[in-house]
């Protein structure tokens, strides 16, 4: 199936209105500049993407003034790049410096911005960290104002996406989707878990992914207890299940899905455990709405898998929110509570151990609309798929 190529990057308008919200938000919490160095807080104000965030030798700044642009504060080596984004101010130092590592710059672009006694936020909570020395962070601190935890801002602003971030994930969905139904075509009995992973992850290339980053699961006779681990030597045989899950990317997004399969056979319990987390995904499916909680979905989930037997899920969540990172803020727990509004994009993953050391876990990806779900992914059969 052909998926529709959108548009890389953002216009400078997108980039704006985000700048225009972040600054709304700041102002009603009395701050003066907002601090972000991670690579996803980064690329979201300026656009600036690149796999050089691999490299953990250097630190990255941007700062969001009360007003105006963002203000980069990289390495030289970004210079370039960042230069040709929509940001202005780009002030750099050569790095590697482990004295001075941008530190002083930093500090005079905060001071400039905030003034001697201002406000500067900095996310700080969950599903956050600061990348940069602890040493170097410590003397920022000392030498400059206040520093308050500006997670909420952060996670307002991620968690609910653009039509043009919403059709990036719809883009690497359809692609993965279309790989996982060539699966059957590429597996088969007699090959290893190693062999298995690689003509895998190179369908979803051939179908147009940008990447593979995320790239787990397992195989097992009859069931599987282990679905993050790597791939093995191990070879597939009859009666075996499988499962893959996979976070890919196009254009910086991500999709996070999973698909079952069975080679040749399975017992009853096994499809039947099947059909639990697949209806247990439509009871998700059906809870999601503007104004409902994520705990409420949780709930629909677990109450059809304790219907059917379950014998627990230790894992913690039931699904979570999906961007720039393969997971993001919210989670589906029993104790999260996040209202869901429109835009989020999101993930729906119920699992159950439905015998000792035999665990099955689903997921599909949605868009909120103000109807309800929209999947993002395309829904897996209603049945486990025989290869």
């Known amino acids: 199936m052909n998926v529709p190529l959108p548009e890389r990057g953002f216009t400078d308008d997108e980039f704006a209105a985000r700048t225009q919200r972040c600054q709304e938000a700041m102002a009603a919490a009395d701050i003066a500049a907002l601090l972000v160095c991670t690579e996803p807080e980064?690329?979201?104000?300026?656009?600036?993407?690149?796999?050089?965030?691999?490299?953990?030798?250097?630190?990255?700044?941007t700062v969001v003034p009360a007003a105006g642009k963002p203000i980069a504060v990289i390495p030289s080596i970004g210079g370039a790049s960042m230069r040709a984004t929509w940001i202005d101010d780009v002030r750099t130092w050569s790095s590697p410096q482990p004295d001075d590592d941008g530190v002083t710059l930093l500090v005079e672009c905060l001071r400039e911005v905030a003034g001697a006694d201002g406000r500067?936020?900095?996310?700080?909570?969950?599903?956050?960290?600061?990348?940069?020395?602890?040493r170097d962070f410590d003397r920022v601190r000392a030498e400059v104002g206040d520093f308050i935890d500006a997670t909420d801002i952060i996670v307002g602003l991620r968690t609910i996406k653009s039509e043009a971030e919403i059709a990036k994930h719809q883009h690497i969905c359809g692609l993965v989707s279309n790989a996982f139904d060539e699966l059957p075509n590429l597996l088969s009995v007699g090959m290893t878990e190693r062999e298995a992973f690689a003509a895998f992850r190179g369908e979803i290339l051939r179908q147009g992914a940008d990447d593979v980053p995320y790239l787990v699961g397992a195989t097992g006779p009859g069931g599987i207890d282990d679905i993050i681990r790597q791939p093995s030597d191990r070879t597939i045989g009859d009666g075996d299940l499988l499962i893959f899950d996979?976070?890919?990317?196009?254009?910086?997004?991500?999709?996070?899905?999973?698909?079952?399969?069975?080679?040749?056979?399975?017992?009853?319990?096994?499809?039947?455990?099947?059909?639990?987390?697949?209806?247990?995904?439509?009871?998700?499916?059906?809870?999601?709405?503007?104004?409902?909680?994520?705990?409420?979905?949780?709930?629909?989930?677990?109450d059809v898998l304790k219907a059917n037997g379950s014998l627990g899920n230790d894992v913690g969540r039931m699904g979570h929110g999906l961007g720039m990172q393969v997971t993001e803020w919210p989670s589906h727990t029993a104790n999260d509570d996040t209202v869901i509004e429109e835009n989020m994009v999101l993930t729906l993953e119920p699992g159950l151990l439905w015998a000792p050391g035999k665990a099955m876990v689903h997921e599909e990806n949605i868009v909120v609309r103000a109807d309800g779900a929209e999947l993002l992914s395309r829904r897996a059969a209603p049945e486990m798929v025989v290869i």
Do not use: C, K
Not at 42 to 61: A, D, E, K, L, M
Not at 120 to 134: A, N, Q, S
Not at 279 to 290: D, Q, S, Y
């Open 120 to 134: 500067i936020g900095l996310p700080m909570g969950p599903e956050t960290h600061v990348r940069m020395p602890l």
């Open 42 to 61: 980064v690329r979201y104000f300026t656009g600036f993407h690149t796999p050089f965030w691999q490299s953990p030798t250097r630190p990255w700044f």
């Open 246 to 302: 996979t976070g890919s990317t196009f254009d910086g997004y991500f999709s996070d899905f999973d698909r079952n399969f069975a080679f040749s056979h399975a017992d009853d319990d096994a499809f039947d455990a099947y059909r639990a987390v697949w209806e247990a995904t439509e009871a998700g499916l059906a809870a999601v709405r503007p104004g409902a909680t994520t705990t409420e979905v949780f709930t629909a989930m677990n």
